[in-house]
């Protein structure tokens, strides 16, 4: 009898780690390539803004994450209907690296994630604000499961509970049929304008203890071919 | 969170504004947004900035799993304290709807001294947006 439960439970465990390994190097879950904005002939604004928490404005999440909000006193999202939220407050970049305005990041886990798929979605909302130009509202869905994968299990299963590498891959997987984010203008020279974006996100180091330690995200928001109100002030970056 | 310029003292404690120019201008906001029973339904941010032609008031609503909106108010106030806005875009269930919103300061008036001072009221007017073919 004994025998018998000793197999039992040695075929569930070659089980469970078959189907371990399978989920996370499944052959039919390929990253989606090339961003089709990367080779855009559009004019776009190149947008970056730093991936760690301890250097956004302000981040906050339910508080129970291994990624802590930032600074310690920001209110945390416990209550259920927005447990699984967090958002951002940060400083965004242009493409030489200065201060270029105002970034609020909504981002919610959502009941749309199909682990066996490879999708590991996220819906978000950005609103950035740019002096030069005006307000942006962008939303998209995300696919965080090529991060997961390639960075935050090797972290988990390092025994230094760190990971150090080179990761860099598009995040954003849609409204767009072309895996882009729907970003629409608020106000400035920018009013009215509809456009498309791909956020992207590029990750240097990770630590499962405390979340990215050296992680750069960046936005390419592509503007609309022709549009009055926008000559001579928008330029390839 | 309030995050502007000067703004003394900041909140939450330990936050630190960005000092850089382009901020000089910028006052930030974040909210949770409770429904009609008082319950916390989402995230929110009210960001009010000046530019040429004036002041610019912005609100992002998030709402988990129902969807974001933007809504662009116009700076000036109507009477009641009042300011209306227009719904200028929406992501999943919001993503085929228009419509106003309207803000207005409600203070606190129960006397209990740990009460925040008042609140925010956003009442939110939908329309079905129809696409132009």
Same mark, same amino acid.
């Given at each position: 009898?004994?025998?018998?439960?000793?197999?039992?439970?040695?075929?569930?465990?070659?089980?469970?780690?078959?189907?371990?390994?399978?989920?996370?190097?499944?052959?039919?879950?390929? $990253?989606?390539?090339?961003?089709?904005?990367?080779?855009?002939?559009?004019?776009?604004?190149?947008?970056?803004?730093?991936?760690?928490?301890?250097?956004?404005?302000?981040?906050?999440?339910?508080?129970?994450?291994?990624?802590?909000?930032?600074?310690?006193?920001?209110?945390?999202?416990?209550?259920?209907?927005?447990?699984?939220?967090?958002?951002?407050?940060?400083?965004?970049?242009?493409?030489?690296?200065?201060?270029?305005?105002?970034?609020?990041?909504?981002?919610?886990?959502?009941?749309?994630?199909?682990?066996?798929?490879?999708?590991?979605?996220? $819906?978000?909302?950005?609103?950035?604000?740019?002096?030069?130009?005006?307000?942006?509202?962008?939303?998209?869905?995300?696919?965080?499961?090529?991060?997961?994968? $390639?960075?935050?299990?090797?972290?988990?299963?390092?025994?230094?509970?760190?990971?150090?590498?080179?990761?860099?891959?598009?995040?954003?997987?849609?409204?767009?049929?072309?895996?882009?984010?729907?970003?629409?203008?608020?106000?400035?020279?920018?009013?009215?304008?509809?456009?498309?974006?791909?956020?992207?996100?590029?990750?240097?180091?990770?630590?499962?203890?405390?979340?990215?330690?050296?992680?750069?995200?960046?936005?390419?928001?592509?503007?609309?071919?022709?549009?009055?109100?926008?000559?001579?002030?928008?330029?390839?970056? | 969170?309030?995050?502007?310029?000067?703004?003394?003292?900041?909140?939450?404690?330990?936050?630190?504004?960005?000092?850089?120019?382009?901020?000089?201008?910028?006052?930030?906001?974040?909210?949770?947004?409770?429904?009609?029973?008082?319950?916390?339904?989402?995230?929110?941010?009210?960001?009010?900035?000046?530019?040429?032609?004036?002041?610019?008031?912005?609100?992002?609503?998030?709402?988990?799993?129902?969807?974001?909106?933007?809504?662009?108010?116009?700076?000036?106030?109507?009477?009641?304290?009042?300011?209306?806005?227009?719904?200028?875009?929406?992501?999943?269930?919001?993503?085929?709807?228009?419509?106003?919103?309207?803000?207005?300061?409600?203070?606190?008036?129960?006397?209990?001294?740990?009460?925040?001072?008042?609140?925010?009221?956003?009442?939110?007017?939908?329309?079905?947006?129809?696409?132009?073919?």
């Amino acid at each position: 009898m004994m025998k018998y439960f000793i197999a039992l439970l040695l075929g569930a465990l070659l089980g469970a780690a078959i189907f371990a390994i399978g989920l996370i190097h499944n052959p039919f879950n390929v $990253d989606s390539g090339l961003s089709p904005l990367s080779v855009s002939d559009s004019e776009v604004i190149a947008l970056s803004f730093s991936g760690v928490p301890s250097e956004a404005i302000v981040f906050t999440n339910d508080g129970d994450s291994h990624v802590k909000p930032f600074p310690e006193k920001v209110q945390q999202l416990w209550e259920a209907p927005i447990r699984l939220s967090s958002v951002t407050a940060t400083v965004v970049y242009d493409a030489r690296g200065q201060a270029a305005g105002l970034g609020i990041k909504f981002s919610s886990r959502s009941e749309r994630t199909r682990l066996l798929q490879g999708d590991a979605i996220v $819906d978000s909302a950005w609103y950035i604000y740019l002096p030069d130009r005006g307000s942006l509202f962008v939303e998209q869905s995300e696919n965080h499961w090529g991060y997961l994968r $390639d960075v935050v299990f090797p972290a988990y299963r390092s025994s230094a509970n760190s990971w150090k590498g080179a990761w860099l891959g598009d995040l954003t997987v849609g409204p767009g049929a072309l895996h882009t984010a729907a970003v629409t203008g608020g106000a400035g020279s920018l009013r009215g304008l509809k456009m498309e974006a791909v956020e992207s996100l590029s990750v240097r180091a990770y630590s499962f203890d405390s979340g990215p330690v050296a992680a750069e995200g960046r936005l390419l928001i592509e503007l609309p071919w022709t549009s009055e109100g926008l000559e001579g002030e928008s330029s390839s970056e | 969170m309030v995050g502007a310029a000067g703004q003394n003292p900041a909140l939450p404690q330990g936050m630190i504004w960005p000092a850089d120019d382009v901020l000089k201008d910028v006052r930030a906001e974040l909210f949770k947004i409770r429904n009609a029973r008082d319950t916390v339904v989402g995230v929110a941010s009210r960001t009010v900035t000046r530019d040429g032609s004036g002041e610019v008031i912005d609100w992002v609503l998030h709402l988990p799993a129902r969807g974001s909106m933007f809504v662009n108010m116009r700076p000036e106030a109507l009477k009641g304290g009042f300011r209306r806005g227009e719904l200028r875009a929406g992501s999943r269930e919001f993503a085929r709807l228009g419509g106003l919103m309207s803000e207005r300061w409600v203070p606190n008036t129960s006397g209990d001294p740990d009460a925040p001072t008042g609140r925010v009221e956003l009442v939110t007017n939908y329309v079905s947006r129809q696409d132009t073919p």
